[in-house]
Protein backbone atom coordinates (compact mmCIF):
# COMPACT_ATOMS: atom_id res chain seq x y z
CA UNK A 1 0.00 0.00 0.00
CA UNK A 2 1.61 3.15 -1.38
CA UNK A 3 0.93 6.57 -0.03
CA UNK A 4 2.32 10.04 -1.35
CA UNK A 5 0.97 12.60 1.89
CA UNK A 6 2.88 12.47 5.15
CA UNK A 7 2.54 9.34 6.85
CA UNK A 8 0.79 10.05 10.03
CA UNK A 9 2.34 8.04 12.49
CA UNK A 10 1.64 7.11 16.51
CA UNK A 11 3.65 5.91 19.33
CA UNK A 12 1.46 3.29 20.75
CA UNK A 13 2.93 3.01 24.54
CA UNK A 14 5.77 4.61 25.85
CA UNK A 15 7.38 2.28 28.31
CA UNK A 16 11.21 1.91 26.68
CA UNK A 17 13.60 4.05 26.01
CA UNK A 18 13.67 2.40 22.33
CA UNK A 19 10.22 3.47 21.32
CA UNK A 20 11.49 7.03 22.12
CA UNK A 21 14.65 7.07 20.14
CA UNK A 22 11.97 6.04 17.53
CA UNK A 23 9.71 8.70 17.53
CA UNK A 24 12.52 10.88 17.56
CA UNK A 25 13.73 9.28 14.31
CA UNK A 26 10.35 9.73 12.81
CA UNK A 27 9.81 13.77 13.75
CA UNK A 28 13.97 13.74 11.80
CA UNK A 29 12.43 12.39 8.85
CA UNK A 30 10.23 14.13 6.32
CA UNK A 31 7.81 10.84 4.90
CA UNK A 32 6.00 10.86 8.25
CA UNK A 33 4.51 13.61 10.93
CA UNK A 34 4.49 12.50 14.58
CA UNK A 35 0.65 13.14 15.22
CA UNK A 36 0.13 11.99 19.19
CA UNK A 37 0.43 9.04 21.40
CA UNK A 38 -1.81 6.39 23.05
CA UNK A 39 -0.02 5.51 26.68
CA UNK A 40 -2.03 4.35 29.61
CA UNK A 41 0.07 5.08 32.44
CA UNK A 42 -0.43 8.93 33.58
CA UNK A 43 3.35 9.25 34.15
CA UNK A 44 5.21 7.75 31.07
CA UNK A 45 2.19 9.56 29.05
CA UNK A 46 2.68 12.88 30.47
CA UNK A 47 6.63 12.51 29.89
CA UNK A 48 6.67 11.58 26.62
CA UNK A 49 4.02 14.37 25.83
CA UNK A 50 6.22 17.11 27.02
CA UNK A 51 9.56 15.62 24.92
CA UNK A 52 7.28 15.54 22.26
CA UNK A 53 4.72 18.12 22.42
CA UNK A 54 1.93 16.24 20.34
CA UNK A 55 -1.69 15.11 21.43
CA UNK A 56 -1.70 12.51 23.94
CA UNK A 57 -4.45 10.14 25.18
CA UNK A 58 -5.16 7.25 27.28
CA UNK A 59 -6.48 4.56 24.89
CA UNK A 60 -5.16 3.66 21.65
CA UNK A 61 -8.01 2.57 20.15
CA UNK A 62 -9.41 6.45 19.66
CA UNK A 63 -6.98 7.26 17.23
CA UNK A 64 -7.71 4.10 15.21
CA UNK A 65 -11.72 4.22 15.56
CA UNK A 66 -11.42 8.00 14.53
CA UNK A 67 -8.72 6.96 11.78
CA UNK A 68 -6.19 9.50 12.67
CA UNK A 69 -3.25 7.16 11.93
CA UNK A 70 -1.58 5.62 9.10
CA UNK A 71 0.86 3.85 11.01
CA UNK A 72 2.43 3.34 14.71
CA UNK A 73 5.14 2.26 16.61
CA UNK A 74 4.24 -0.57 19.55
CA UNK A 75 5.96 -0.18 23.14
CA UNK A 76 3.30 -1.13 25.14
CA UNK A 77 4.45 -3.59 28.44
CA UNK A 78 5.84 -6.87 27.01
CA UNK A 79 2.16 -8.86 27.10
CA UNK A 80 0.42 -6.20 25.69
CA UNK A 81 1.84 -6.01 22.08
CA UNK A 82 -0.01 -8.61 20.65
CA UNK A 83 -3.07 -7.36 20.79
CA UNK A 84 -2.44 -4.19 19.61
CA UNK A 85 -0.35 -5.06 16.84
CA UNK A 86 -3.25 -6.92 15.65
CA UNK A 87 -5.98 -4.69 16.24
CA UNK A 88 -3.57 -1.79 14.19
CA UNK A 89 -3.28 -4.70 11.30
CA UNK A 90 -7.11 -4.68 11.15
CA UNK A 91 -7.49 -1.23 10.99
CA UNK A 92 -5.10 -0.98 8.11
CA UNK A 93 -2.39 0.69 10.06
CA UNK A 94 1.48 -0.13 9.39
CA UNK A 95 3.01 -1.44 12.58
CA UNK A 96 6.65 -1.02 13.59
CA UNK A 97 6.47 -3.30 16.84
CA UNK A 98 9.63 -2.69 19.32
CA UNK A 99 10.72 -6.29 20.19
CA UNK A 100 9.65 -8.70 21.67
CA UNK A 101 6.42 -8.20 19.72
CA UNK A 102 4.77 -11.38 21.53
CA UNK A 103 5.82 -13.23 24.69
CA UNK A 104 4.04 -16.79 23.24
CA UNK A 105 3.14 -19.17 20.84
CA UNK A 106 -0.43 -18.14 21.12
CA UNK A 107 0.36 -14.54 20.56
CA UNK A 108 2.84 -15.23 17.65
CA UNK A 109 -0.09 -17.08 15.77
CA UNK A 110 -2.55 -14.17 16.53
CA UNK A 111 -0.03 -11.78 15.18
CA UNK A 112 1.07 -13.88 12.23
CA UNK A 113 -2.90 -14.63 11.00
CA UNK A 114 -3.26 -10.74 11.44
CA UNK A 115 -0.65 -10.03 9.60
CA UNK A 116 -1.53 -12.56 6.73
CA UNK A 117 -4.62 -10.88 5.92
CA UNK A 118 -3.70 -7.19 5.98
CA UNK A 119 -2.72 -5.29 3.53
CA UNK A 120 -0.71 -3.23 6.15
CA UNK A 121 2.90 -3.00 6.71
CA UNK A 122 4.13 -5.00 9.73
CA UNK A 123 8.04 -4.84 10.34
CA UNK A 124 9.99 -5.15 14.36
CA UNK A 125 12.77 -2.90 15.67
CA UNK A 126 15.42 -5.60 15.23
CA UNK A 127 17.85 -2.98 15.07
CA UNK A 128 21.29 -4.62 14.07
CA UNK A 129 20.31 -5.04 10.52
CA UNK A 130 20.69 -1.31 10.59
CA UNK A 131 23.68 -0.73 12.69
CA UNK A 132 26.25 0.12 10.16
CA UNK A 133 29.05 -2.33 11.22
CA UNK A 134 26.41 -5.11 10.93
CA UNK A 135 25.22 -3.97 7.72
CA UNK A 136 29.34 -4.34 6.41
CA UNK A 137 29.81 -7.51 7.64
CA UNK A 138 26.47 -8.52 6.02
CA UNK A 139 27.62 -7.11 2.49
CA UNK A 140 31.32 -8.79 3.33
CA UNK A 141 29.35 -11.82 3.36
CA UNK A 142 27.31 -11.20 0.14
CA UNK A 143 30.59 -10.08 -1.93
CA UNK A 144 31.78 -13.73 -0.51
CA UNK A 145 34.84 -12.02 1.15
CA UNK A 146 35.54 -15.26 4.01
CA UNK A 147 34.29 -17.69 1.56
CA UNK A 148 30.91 -19.77 2.44
CA UNK A 149 29.31 -19.40 5.95
CA UNK A 150 30.46 -22.38 8.36
CA UNK A 151 29.47 -20.96 11.74
CA UNK A 152 29.16 -17.59 14.02
CA UNK A 153 29.34 -17.40 18.03
CA UNK A 154 27.65 -14.23 18.96
CA UNK A 155 27.68 -12.63 22.72
CA UNK A 156 25.83 -9.92 24.33
CA UNK A 157 26.05 -8.80 27.91
CA UNK A 158 23.74 -5.98 28.91
CA UNK A 159 23.69 -3.77 32.09
CA UNK A 160 20.32 -4.42 34.06
CA UNK A 161 20.12 -1.29 36.58
CA UNK A 162 17.69 -3.15 38.37
CA UNK A 163 16.71 0.13 40.85
CA UNK A 164 15.66 1.79 37.50
CA UNK A 165 13.44 -1.34 36.11
CA UNK A 166 10.02 -0.98 36.06
CA UNK A 167 8.20 -3.81 38.13
CA UNK A 168 6.30 -5.93 35.43
CA UNK A 169 9.81 -6.65 34.02
CA UNK A 170 10.12 -8.79 36.99
CA UNK A 171 7.17 -10.64 36.26
CA UNK A 172 7.97 -13.69 33.28
CA UNK A 173 4.25 -13.87 31.99
CA UNK A 174 4.41 -9.92 31.22
CA UNK A 175 7.92 -9.64 30.89
CA UNK A 176 8.88 -13.06 28.50
CA UNK A 177 11.99 -13.69 29.96
CA UNK A 178 16.06 -12.81 28.70
CA UNK A 179 15.66 -14.29 25.44
CA UNK A 180 13.33 -12.51 23.90
CA UNK A 181 14.62 -9.52 25.08
CA UNK A 182 17.64 -9.79 24.11
CA UNK A 183 18.61 -12.95 22.83
CA UNK A 184 16.36 -12.57 19.63
CA UNK A 185 18.76 -9.76 18.09
CA UNK A 186 21.31 -12.81 17.87
CA UNK A 187 18.89 -15.71 16.59
CA UNK A 188 17.24 -12.99 13.87
CA UNK A 189 20.88 -11.94 12.99
CA UNK A 190 21.98 -15.87 12.54
CA UNK A 191 18.88 -15.88 9.72
CA UNK A 192 20.53 -13.28 8.25
CA UNK A 193 24.48 -13.64 8.20
CA UNK A 194 23.74 -17.23 7.69
CA UNK A 195 21.19 -16.81 4.71
CA UNK A 196 19.44 -19.75 6.08
CA UNK A 197 16.82 -21.11 8.14
CA UNK A 198 17.17 -22.87 11.76
CA UNK A 199 16.17 -26.36 11.40
CA UNK A 200 17.04 -27.54 15.08
CA UNK A 201 17.53 -25.63 18.55
CA UNK A 202 18.71 -26.35 22.00
CA UNK A 203 18.85 -23.77 24.59
CA UNK A 204 19.88 -22.86 28.02
CA UNK A 205 18.81 -20.06 30.88
CA UNK A 206 19.65 -19.79 34.25
CA UNK A 207 19.77 -16.88 37.06
CA UNK A 208 23.51 -16.04 37.95
CA UNK A 209 23.01 -12.52 39.74
CA UNK A 210 19.29 -11.59 39.69
CA UNK A 211 17.61 -15.17 40.79
CA UNK A 212 16.23 -13.48 43.87
CA UNK A 213 14.41 -10.99 41.81
CA UNK A 214 12.68 -13.64 39.96
CA UNK A 215 14.30 -12.95 36.21
CA UNK A 216 16.77 -15.08 33.82
CA UNK A 217 20.32 -13.39 33.82
CA UNK A 218 21.90 -15.45 31.37
CA UNK A 219 20.80 -17.43 28.24
CA UNK A 220 22.63 -20.01 25.87
CA UNK A 221 21.02 -20.94 22.33
CA UNK A 222 22.75 -23.76 19.79
CA UNK A 223 21.00 -23.16 16.42
CA UNK A 224 21.79 -25.93 13.36
CA UNK A 225 20.29 -24.11 10.53
CA UNK A 226 19.27 -25.61 7.64
CA UNK A 227 22.40 -25.10 5.22
CA UNK A 228 24.33 -27.17 8.17
CA UNK A 229 25.97 -24.46 9.83
CA UNK A 230 25.98 -23.75 13.23
CA UNK A 231 25.26 -20.70 15.09
CA UNK A 232 26.14 -19.88 19.22
CA UNK A 233 24.04 -17.15 20.82
CA UNK A 234 25.04 -16.17 24.43
CA UNK A 235 23.46 -13.26 26.14
CA UNK A 236 23.00 -11.92 29.43
CA UNK A 237 21.68 -8.95 31.91
CA UNK A 238 25.25 -9.48 34.11
CA UNK A 239 27.89 -6.48 32.84
CA UNK A 240 28.38 -4.60 35.76
CA UNK A 241 26.24 -1.63 36.78
CA UNK A 242 29.30 0.37 36.76
CA UNK A 243 30.33 0.13 33.41
CA UNK A 244 30.30 2.93 31.49
CA UNK A 245 28.35 1.08 28.12
CA UNK A 246 25.11 -0.57 28.42
CA UNK A 247 26.50 -3.86 26.43
CA UNK A 248 29.48 -5.19 25.23
CA UNK A 249 28.16 -7.12 21.98
CA UNK A 250 30.65 -8.92 19.94
CA UNK A 251 30.27 -11.36 16.93
CA UNK A 252 32.40 -13.51 15.15
CA UNK A 253 31.94 -15.69 11.80
CA UNK A 254 33.71 -17.83 10.54
CA UNK A 255 33.90 -18.78 6.67
CA UNK A 256 35.77 -21.54 4.54
CA UNK A 257 38.30 -18.57 2.94
CA UNK A 258 38.40 -16.53 6.91
CA UNK A 259 36.31 -14.63 9.08
CA UNK A 260 34.76 -11.33 10.31
CA UNK A 261 34.62 -9.89 13.97
CA UNK A 262 32.39 -7.07 15.29
CA UNK A 263 33.02 -5.08 18.63
CA UNK A 264 29.84 -3.41 19.53
CA UNK A 265 31.25 -1.76 23.19
CA UNK A 266 32.45 1.28 24.10
CA UNK A 267 34.40 1.95 20.89
CA UNK A 268 32.96 -0.14 17.20
CA UNK A 269 35.45 -2.22 15.14
CA UNK A 270 34.14 -4.73 12.51
CA UNK A 271 37.71 -6.69 11.61
CA UNK A 272 37.77 -8.84 8.49
CA UNK A 273 40.35 -11.39 7.31
CA UNK A 274 39.74 -12.23 3.88
CA UNK A 275 42.29 -14.98 2.91
CA UNK A 276 44.44 -13.96 5.80
CA UNK A 277 44.24 -10.20 4.91
CA UNK A 278 43.03 -7.97 7.49
CA UNK A 279 40.75 -5.04 6.74
CA UNK A 280 39.37 -3.45 9.90
CA UNK A 281 36.46 -0.43 10.19
CA UNK A 282 36.05 1.40 13.23
CA UNK A 283 33.29 4.05 14.35
CA UNK A 284 32.65 5.40 17.63
CA UNK A 285 29.21 4.76 20.18
CA UNK A 286 27.26 8.20 20.05
CA UNK A 287 26.53 7.09 23.64
CA UNK A 288 26.49 4.38 25.94
CA UNK A 289 22.99 3.15 24.75
CA UNK A 290 21.72 5.05 22.13
CA UNK A 291 21.59 4.01 18.25
CA UNK A 292 20.35 7.49 16.76
CA UNK A 293 21.85 5.64 13.12
CA UNK A 294 20.67 1.95 13.25
CA UNK A 295 17.24 4.30 14.70
CA UNK A 296 17.19 5.92 11.48
CA UNK A 297 17.90 3.61 9.21
CA UNK A 298 14.79 1.09 10.75
CA UNK A 299 12.66 4.21 10.17
CA UNK A 300 13.47 5.27 6.62
CA UNK A 301 13.45 1.32 5.87
CA UNK A 302 9.84 1.49 7.15
CA UNK A 303 8.85 4.90 5.16
CA UNK A 304 10.11 3.41 1.98
CA UNK A 305 7.84 0.22 2.49
CA UNK A 306 4.56 1.72 3.12
CA UNK A 307 5.15 4.94 0.71
CA UNK A 308 6.73 2.74 -2.16
CA UNK A 309 5.68 -0.98 -1.54
CA UNK A 310 9.68 -1.54 -0.94
CA UNK A 311 9.83 -4.61 0.61
CA UNK A 312 11.29 -3.86 3.68
CA UNK A 313 14.60 -5.25 5.47
CA UNK A 314 12.86 -6.85 8.51
CA UNK A 315 9.55 -8.35 6.92
CA UNK A 316 6.54 -9.42 8.63
CA UNK A 317 8.00 -13.27 8.10
CA UNK A 318 11.34 -11.87 9.49
CA UNK A 319 10.00 -10.66 12.79
CA UNK A 320 7.55 -13.77 13.21
CA UNK A 321 10.22 -16.33 12.30
CA UNK A 322 12.82 -14.94 14.63
CA UNK A 323 10.29 -14.17 17.44
CA UNK A 324 8.83 -18.44 16.41
CA UNK A 325 12.95 -19.82 17.04
CA UNK A 326 13.50 -17.90 19.74
CA UNK A 327 10.64 -18.53 21.56
CA UNK A 328 11.66 -22.74 20.26
CA UNK A 329 14.78 -21.92 22.35
CA UNK A 330 12.71 -20.89 25.37
CA UNK A 331 10.83 -23.92 25.16
CA UNK A 332 13.94 -25.70 24.86
CA UNK A 333 15.81 -23.88 28.19
CA UNK A 334 12.79 -24.31 30.08
CA UNK A 335 12.71 -28.14 29.29
CA UNK A 336 15.63 -28.49 31.18
CA UNK A 337 14.62 -26.37 34.92
Known amino acids: MSTEHPIRFAVFGTRHWHVLEIAEAVRSNDAFTLVGLAEPDTESRTTAATQFGVP ?15 AVVIGAINDERADIICTSLAAGVHVLADKPMVISHEQLRAVEQAAAVSDAVLSCAL ?14 IERGDIGDVVGSYAQGPHKLNIARRPGWMFERNRYGGALL ?41 YLRMTNETVAI ?24 NGHLEIIDSATRSLTINKHGTLASQTADR ?17 ASAIQSDATPVITAFDAIESHRW ?3 ARDDAESRT
Open 127 to 140: TLRFTPLFVAAKQA
Open 181 to 221: DLTIHDVDIARWMHQAEPAMVVADEGAARFGDHGISDYASV
Open 56 to 70: AITDYHEMLENDLVD
Open 286 to 302: ATSVAQPDAIAGLVQDF
Open 326 to 328: TLA
Open 233 to 256: CRSSWLTPDEDPTHGDRRLIIEGT
